[in-house]
């Protein structure tokens, strides 16, 4: 962790029990780093020393926030020969020509609150930049790859609302999307298993009532390794139970049918169908004859039609 916080730590006090003329009360010691010099003077000493530094498998992820931090970042990367992941990043934007060069991923906070363009006070800045929605456009932009956050100290921390945000100050509806599943999946080296539908991914599923960026929109089932472990609906117990037996294990094979399908990274399927076995998706398209033994959900079902006027 970069920046402010990182530079001014909690000081030390430690009161001698019974104090005394011999033992008096000395005042708190201040913890060491106090400038970014030393920040980077420990990362320097922890990269050398064994430890998770030394570990070249994994990416570092480092939480910055102004651009001199994350230009900085970058560089000890490259003396440490580290993959490194940037978090939080509000200042992202400005260097984004590098982020782009150099193929840093980040992990972007926009620091969005509904009603409120800028959360900040010029007269009075705060100790940590603040991101923006248009920020966000930037580094799509410039071909950085990012993901979302929502953020920590917001009273609205809903993902896909951020990314809907995140279209009406610029940023594509595939871009948006992308930022909330296969780009994060994929910063964080997953991305062969979640993040897209696609054959041989888990079969990790949600069910929405409408567009996903749609103000209006909820969440009505979610899946998690080809079993459903959320319903919004008493209605839709049945579903839960028919895709499992005694065991509490999920049936081989569940076909899905009729839904509109957003796999991202091969767009939008309309009236789609996914087969699911053994918790791995294992088709993607439409179609395709179902098999009869399957177990069989109708995404529009047509009850939903009728309510509609089809």
């Known amino acids: 962790t970069l920046g402010e916080t990182s530079k001014n730590p909690p000081t030390i006090f430690n009161p001698p029990t019974r104090a005394s003329a011999d033992r008096p009360l000395t005042p708190a010691r201040r913890q060491y780093p106090s400038s970014r010099m030393g920040q980077f003077a420990e990362l320097r000493r922890a990269a050398a020393l064994p430890g998770p530094l030394r570990d070249r498998s994994q990416p570092l992820v480092v939480t910055a926030h102004a651009a001199d931090d994350l230009v900085k970042a970058i560089l000890f990367a490259e003396e440490a020969r580290l993959r490194i992941i940037l978090a939080g990043a509000e200042e992202a934007p400005q260097v984004a020509d590098l982020l782009a060069e150099k193929k840093i991923p980040v992990i972007f906070n926009p620091t969005y ?53 995140a279209v009406r100050s610029g940023l594509s509806e595939r871009e948006a999307l992308a930022a909330v599943t296969v780009s994060p999946a994929e910063i964080l080296g997953v991305g062969d298993r979640v993040g897209s539908i696609a054959r ?71 009236e789609g169908l996914i087969f699911t076995e053994n918790g791995k998706i294992s088709y993607v398209g439409r179609g395709r004859p179902i098999p009869p033994q399957a177990k069989v959900i109708d995404a529009f079902p047509p009850e939903l039609l009728r309510r509609v006027g089809y």
């Not at 100790?127 to 410039?142: H, I, N, Q, T």
């Not at 080809?226 to 005694?246: L, P, W």
Request: glycine content about 8%; hydrophobic content about 45%; cysteine-free.
């Open 113 to 165: 609150a509904p009603g409120r363009r800028d959360l900040s006070d010029d007269l009075r800045p705060g100790a940590e930049p603040r991101g923006s929605l248009e920020g966000v456009a930037a580094l799509a932009k410039a071909k950085v790859k990012f993901a979302l956050q929502a953020p920590e100290d917001g009273d609205l921390k809903e993902l896909l609302f951020i990314a809907a945000a």
């Open 200 to 270: 041989g991914r888990d079969a990790d599923l949600v069910f929405l009532s409408g567009d996903p960026l749609a103000s209006a929109s909820a969440v009505q089932r979610v899946m998690v390794d080809g079993v459903f472990v959320f319903e919004r609906k008493a209605s839709d117990v049945q579903t839960y139970r028919a895709i499992r037996d005694t065991s509490g294990k999920g049936k081989d094979l569940l076909a899905i049918k009729n839904a509109r399908i957003l796999t991202v990274t091969q767009g939008v399927i309309p």
